[in-house]
């Protein structure tokens, strides 16, 4: 075990160039297909499930526990990409928020933070949720704001409209909106991810999943 | 395409339409027109510098004036019916709910457009004009996103896409990812439904409880993502031993022709996206 950690270590002392490239590996390559398609999946199964969640980030969490910030980064926005192929483009611009998530679990998970030994290490979960939460509210409000004049259509514009109309600016009540919805989506995918990437037999992992998770 | 690609007699259009899985809300639409007939760089180009023109200007009437500009050219080439479905669909929902929510609520909001009288609960209900222009404004700008890239994306097939972009030196990895990213969602939403019925038949309950409900995401996401890696494996074995990692020029299948017409078109885009920041900039 300690050796893994060593090699992390390595990892933190090298250039970001040498790091990307060995991120990104044939098994990193044909993984990113696979946590886009879990990414748009997600989204039709919490549907089937009757589940009140988004849960369309799973696959670039899950990429960025296996594979790095750098390869999660390239999924993350590859799904939106595709995602206008195949839903609507108006997604396209979140792309951004995919992205942002991706490095920030991509780094906590260089940190350890995907390492559980004890039943109290769950608590690092919660804290890898709040920072995705952080994460994502910081990125897509100005997205919302900018492109979409604060109303996505979605029924979370009834509460932005809620909002609005207690007198609060339109950026306030995106912000806000926003920390309404995501905790709840964001904890449930990082934990989701996290026992996902745990049953991935060990052969299939990338090695940067074989050193970030136990 | 002008050109007409034959693989043992039969149409290579044909072929690649029956070797997809159609089932995504946005198909490409076959056919020959002008738009199809684009480099599809081209295509990506103007509509990304429309876009960019739209959000530019603070003004709903560009949106507009694009806007229709942009209908006109979809509905004579004859690709207007996916279109107007994803309009429908995501469209309709945005503009009760932007000219609702903007239009009485907009912070800036201060001169009456139209009050609705002795509404039950409220006294009136005032509509501004201030809101209603801004949700305009943001209405107009999406609508020339969804139009433009809609429009691209319905008259060009992903293949021509990625030979075009390739061309233009995007790495052959990366073009492999997205192709193979669009294939497979048909393929896992189809093994999705297996999953779930197998797990189903033993006594996964998808009517418990909130909690057990999500809890059995991770037990229909797990053996998808693990079955996937498996077929995966094959399909990198597959690729290597055709080459995927080789360095040096590559022959396609297809021949995406890049047209005088098409470079002009890009740098009229180019320049015309250059003198609209230059006007904003300096008004």
């Not at chain 2, 779930?196 to 797990?222: E, K, P």
Request: contains cysteine; aromatic residues 10%; positive net charge.
């Amino acid at each position: 075990m300690a050796t893994r950690e060593q090699e992390f270590e390595d990892r933190k002392q090298s250039s970001f160039i040498k790091r990307a490239q060995s991120d990104f590996t044939t098994v990193a390559w044909v993984l990113i297909p696979v946590a886009v398609g879990i990414n748009v999946i997600g989204g039709t199964l919490t549907n089937v499930l009757r589940i009140p969640l988004y849960l369309d980030m799973i696959g670039t969490i899950l990429l960025a526990v296996l594979a790095g910030p750098y390869v999660a980064v390239v999924g993350g926005l590859l799904t939106n990409v595709v995602l206008s192929f195949t839903a609507s483009p108006t997604l396209l611009p979140f792309g951004l928020v995919q992205a942002a998530v991706a490095l920030a679990v991509g780094y906590l998970a260089v940190r350890g933070w995907f390492r559980i030994r004890e039943g109290k290490g769950y608590l690092k979960l919660v804290g890898v949720a709040v920072v995705v939460v952080l994460v994502s509210v910081i990125v897509s409000s100005p997205i919302v704001v900018l492109v979409f004049g604060g109303v996505t259509g979605g029924p979370t514009s009834v509460v932005t409209g809620v909002f609005l109309a207690t007198g609060q600016e339109l950026i306030t009540s995106v912000v806000a909106t926003q920390f309404l919805v995501e905790p709840v989506d964001k904890i449930a995918s990082v934990f989701i991810a996290y026992f996902i990437a745990k049953s991935v037999p060990e052969r299939y992992r990338p090695s940067f999943g074989q050193k970030s998770i136990s | 395409m002008s050109e007409k690609h034959t693989i043992y007699g039969t149409n290579l259009d044909d072929v690649l339409e029956e070797a997809e899985q159609p089932g995504n809300v946005i198909d490409y639409q076959p056919g020959d027109t002008f738009l199809h007939r684009l480099n599809p760089v081209t295509k990506l180009v103007i509509s990304l510098g429309l876009i960019t023109i739209a959000f530019l200007i603070p003004d709903f009437r560009v949106g507009l004036v694009l806007s229709v500009l942009l209908a006109m050219v979809v509905v004579v080439t004859g690709v207007y019916r996916p279109i107007a479905k994803v309009l429908a669909v995501i469209g309709i929902p945005l503009t009760v709910a932007l000219v609702v929510i903007q239009g009485l609520f907009y912070p800036e909001n201060q001169t009456p457009w139209y009050i609705f009288e002795s509404v039950p609960v409220f006294e009136q209900i005032i509509v501004y004009e201030e809101g209603l222009l801004f949700a305009l404004l943001i209405l107009f700008r999406i609508l020339v996103l969804m139009l433009a890239l809609l429009g691209t994306i319905v008259t060009t097939h992903p293949k021509r896409l990625t030979i075009a972009l390739m061309e233009k030196r995007m790495p052959s990895k990366l073009a492999y990812v997205f192709l193979a990213a669009l294939q497979f969602i048909p393929q896992m939403r189809q093994r999705a439904n297996a999953i779930l019925d197998a797990q189903q038949a033993r006594g996964l309950d998808t009517s418990a409880n909130l909690w057990r409900r999500a809890t059995s995401l991770v037990a229909l996401l797990a053996p998808l993502l693990i079955s996937m890696l498996i077929s995966t494996e094959t399909r990198a074995l597959a690729l290597e031993s055709r080459g995927f990692a080789r360095e040096g020029e590559r022959t396609y299948l297809f021949d995406v022709p890049d047209t005088t017409f098409d470079r002009a078109l890009r740098w009229l885009m180019f320049a015309c996206v250059i003198a609209v920041a230059v006007w904003r900039v300096i008004l």
